[in-house]
C-alpha cells in the first residue's frame, strides 16, 4: 500500500527576488511538507541564501507567492516570520553580542506584565530550562560576546527551541559547529520531524544529506534544477545534478565525468572556506583561488583569473614578493607571518607544496590570512598599558606635587599684599602665572589617571558632541571654520560620563581647529551599526595633518608638535584615556585629510 503523502508545510512558487540588477531568484519552485527534512543544494550563488533570507523577512519577494500551513503570506518580514513560527540557525551569528543570553533568546518576543513590565524571573527560569534539556549550562547574565563560540552556538539553538516552530531552517551549520554540538542538532531534527515539522537542511556535506534527507531540491543560478527522493537518487547522480551546469564544453567531452564532478564538489567545499586560498599549478598560473581570498585580496574579475599570481606579487611589499617564488621554489612549508599587501593590509601567508599519492609535486597551496585588525589591536594594547602606567605614576606625582603648590599659592597671595618695589611686584606676578601653569598641569596629571571613580549613566553620544559645538562656536567663527555634520545623525545611547566625554570632543575639535587654516573645512560624521553594535563619531580636518614619522607617538605623554607654551602634551594621552575608560577605541589617519574616529560600545534600545 502507498504511503499517503504528507500536507504541505510550505509552497513557494514563481519566486523572483533581485539585488538592484542582480537576479538572485529567477520563478524558483519550492515545496516542504510537514514531517519531512528537505535539503537544499547548489554551487555557490546558486540561489540558497536568497531563499532563505526571503523565508526570514530579510529579503523583498519581487514576484510570487509563499503560502504557509495553507495561508498566502504577502508582507513577510521579521516579526511576521516569527508569528508564522519560522524558525532559521543562519550561517553566521544572529546574536546582539551586548545582549546577554536570555536577552537574546527572547529578542522579538519579550513575555510582560498586563502593565508592560518584563517579566525577567519566568525569562531566566524558562531558558535555564531549555539549557537543562539541552545538557548544557552556561553564563545567563553576561553579554554573549563573552561566551565561547560553542556557547553562543547554544544560544542560537536554544533560540529555536523558545520559538517551537512549524518550519525549521538549518544554514550551512555543520561547517561551524563541533561533532558533539551537531549531535544535538540531529536531535533536534528527528524530535521536529516526529512531530510533524518541516526541515529545510542546507549544506555542502552529501554524506549529510543522504544520511537522514527525505528529498533534495537542487538551485543553480537561481534557478531549480531538479526535486528528487533521497531513495531514488545516488551520490553520483547528485552530485551530476548539482555541479554539472557550470561545465564548459571542454570539460564536458572528459572522459570520466563522474570523477569531474567530484573534483567540482571539492572544489566548491574550497571556494567556501573562510580562509583565503590560492592553487597554483606547476607553471604558477592560478589554478583555483576561492571567495574569501578575493575579498582580503580585493581583487578584480580579471586578477583572479589564472593569470593572476603576478598581480598578487606586485601588491605584496618588495620583501615578501622578493622571497615568496624563493620559498615556493623549495616545496616545503614556509609560513610568512607579517607580510604587507597594498598601503595597509598585514598578512599572514602559509605556503606548502601540493602533490599526490606518489608525492609528485603538482603545484602550490597558499592558505592567506587577513591580521591586519589582530595586529593594531596588539600594538593598541601594548601602547594601552604603557599609558596606563605612565598614567599611575603620573597620578601619584601629582598628589604629592598638590599639596605643597597649594601653600606656596598662599604666601604669593599674602606678598602681594604688602607694599614692595615695582619690579618685585612684577616678579612675584610671573611667579604666580608659572604656579598657576603648573597648577593646570597637575589637573591634566589627574584627569590623564585612574584615580577617580566616575560615575556612569546612559547618555546620548550626538547630545554630548551637540554641546560641546556650542562652546567651540566661538573659535569656529573666529577663523571662519565651514564645519559640517556629515550624514544622518540619530539618538545613540551609551554608558558613559557626560563632563569627560564632553573633554574628549571638545580637545579633538579645538585639535581639529587650531590644525586647519582660515576658511578651513572640518567635517563631523556619525555612524550607528547596530549589527556590530556600536556608535563611532569622525572628526575629518583639512589641516597641516600629522607627520608621518611622528604618528607612532602622538598618543605618548607629554609629546607634542605644538610650540605653545601653555601645551603639556596630555591632550591626546587623556582623549585616549577618557575612550579606554569607556570601553571604546580611537583611531586617526592622516594624509590630505586627518580624522579622529571614536568609538564606543552602543547600549541596546530600552525594552518596549
Not at 593594531?376 to 594594547?381: E, Q
Request: with cysteine; hydrophobic share 40%.
Amino acid at each position: 500500500m502507498k504511503t499517503p503523502i504528507a500536507p504541505l508545510a510550505l509552497r513557494m512558487s514563481d519566486i523572483h527576488v533581485s539585488y538592484n540588477e542582480v537576479k538572485a531568484l529567477r520563478g524558483v519552485d519550492f515545496e516542504l511538507r510537514k514531517g519531512e527534512i528537505h535539503a537544499l543544494v547548489g554551487a555557490h550563488r546558486a540561489g540558497k541564501s536568497s531563499l532563505i533570507k526571503l523565508l526570514c523577512g530579510a529579503a523583498p519577494l519581487e514576484k510570487g507567492q509563499i503560502q504557509i500551513q495553507g495561508k498566502t503570506v504577502s508582507n513577510l518580514n521579521p516579526k511576521t516570520a516569527l508569528a508564522y513560527k519560522i524558525g532559521i540557525i543562519h550561517q553566521e551569528s544572529n546574536l546582539i553580542p551586548s545582549l546577554n543570553a536570555v536577552e537574546n533568546i527572547f529578542a522579538g518576543l519579550f513575555s510582560r506584565t498586563w502593565y508592560k513590565t518584563i517579566r525577567y524571573q519566568q525569562m531566566n527560569a524558562r531558558v535555564e530550562e531549555i539549557f537543562e534539556s539541552l545538557g548544557m549550562k552556561i553564563d545567563l547574565k553576561s553579554p554573549v560576546r563573552r561566551l565561547s563560540k560553542a556557547e553562543q552556538h547554544m544560544v542560537e539553538l536554544a533560540r529555536l527551541v523558545l520559538i517551537d516552530p512549524d518550519i525549521l531552517v538549518f544554514d550551512e551549520i555543520s561547517g561551524k559547529l563541533n561533532p558533539e554540538e551537531m549531535e544535538l542538532v540531529y536531535k533536534l531534527i528527528f524530535k521536529y520531524r516526529e512531530l510533524g515539522r518541516g526541515i529545510i537542511y542546507i549544506s555542502h556535506n552529501m554524506d549529510e544529506i543522504f544520511q537522514f534527507s527525505d528529498r533534495v531540491t537542487i538551485l543553480h543560478d537561481g534557478l531549480r534544477r531538479g526535486t528528487e527522493e533521497i531513495v531514488n537518487i545516488d551520490k553520483a547522480k547528485l552530485l551530476n545534478l548539482t555541479y554539472s551546469f557550470v561545465l564548459s564544453r571542454e570539460e564536458l567531452q572528459q572522459t570520466n565525468l563522474e570523477l569531474y564532478n567530484f573534483k567540482k564538489y571539492n572544489e566548491d567545499i574550497l571556494k567556501n572556506l573562510p580562509i583565503g586560498v590560492i592553487i597554483l599549478d606547476k607553471e604558477r598560473n592560478i589554478y583555483l583561488i576561492n571567495y574569501a581570498a578575493v575579498q582580503i585580496l580585493s581583487l578584480e574579475q580579471h586578477e583572479a583569473s589564472a593569470k593572476g599570481f603576478p598581480t598578487f606579487l606586485a601588491k605584496l611589499d618588495e620583501e615578501t614578493a622578493r622571497q615568496l617564488p624563493i620559498y615556493m621554489e623549495k616545496n616545503e612549508r614556509i609560513v610568512c607571518d607579517e607580510a604587507t599587501y597594498g598601503d595597509d593590509k598585514k598578512l599572514k601567508l602559509t605556503i606548502f607544496p601540493f602533490r599526490n599519492e606518489k608525492y609528485d609535486f603538482l603545484g602550490t597551496i597558499i592558505l592567506i590570512e587577513d591580521i591586519s585588525f589582530e595586529i593594531s589591536m596588539k600594538n593598541y594594547l601594548i601602547r594601552a598599558e604603557k599609558v596606563s602606567s605612565i598614567a599611575e605614576l603620573a597620578a601619584g606625582v601629582a598628589h604629592e606635587i598638590n599639596n605643597p603648590l597649594g601653600i606656596i599659592l598662599n604666601y604669593v597671595e599674602l606678598l602681594k599684599s604688602k607694599q614692595m618695589e615695582t619690579d618685585a611686584g612684577e616678579k612675584l606676578k610671573d611667579i604666580e602665572e608659572e604656579l598657576h601653569r603648573i597648577v593646570e598641569i597637575v589637573g591634566s596629571l589627574l584627569s590623564f589617571s585612574k584615580a577617580r571613580d566616575w560615575p556612569m549613566e546612559r547618555i546620548d553620544l550626538p547630545s554630548v558632541f551637540d554641546e560641546v559645538l556650542v562652546l567651540a562656536k566661538h573659535k569656529l567663527q573666529e577663523k571662519e571654520i565651514q564645519l559640517k555634520k556629515a550624514g544622518v545623525w540619530q539618538p545613540a545611547p551609551i554608558q558613559g560620563d557626560w563632563n569627560r566625554l564632553k573633554q574628549l570632543f571638545l580637545n579633538l575639535l579645538m585639535n581639529a581647529i587650531e590644525a586647519v587654516l582660515q576658511h578651513g573645512k572640518i567635517t563631523v560624521r556619525q555612524t550607528v551599526d547596530y549589527e556590530q553594535m556600536f556608535v563611532e563619531i569622525a572628526i575629518t580636518d583639512d589641516g597641516y595633518g600629522i607627520p608621518e614619522e611622528v604618528q607612532e607617538r602622538i598618543f605618548d605623554p607629554f609629546f607634542s608638535t605644538k610650540t605653545t607654551t601653555f601645551n603639556t602634551g596630555l591632550g591626546l594621552s587623556i582623549c585616549q584615556h577618557i575612550v579606554e575608560s569607556h570601553m571604546g577605541l580611537i583611531s586617526f589617519t592622516s594624509g590630505e585629510e586627518t580624522t579622529f574616529s571614536v568609538r564606543f560600545p552602543l547600549l541596546a534600545a530600552q525594552p518596549g
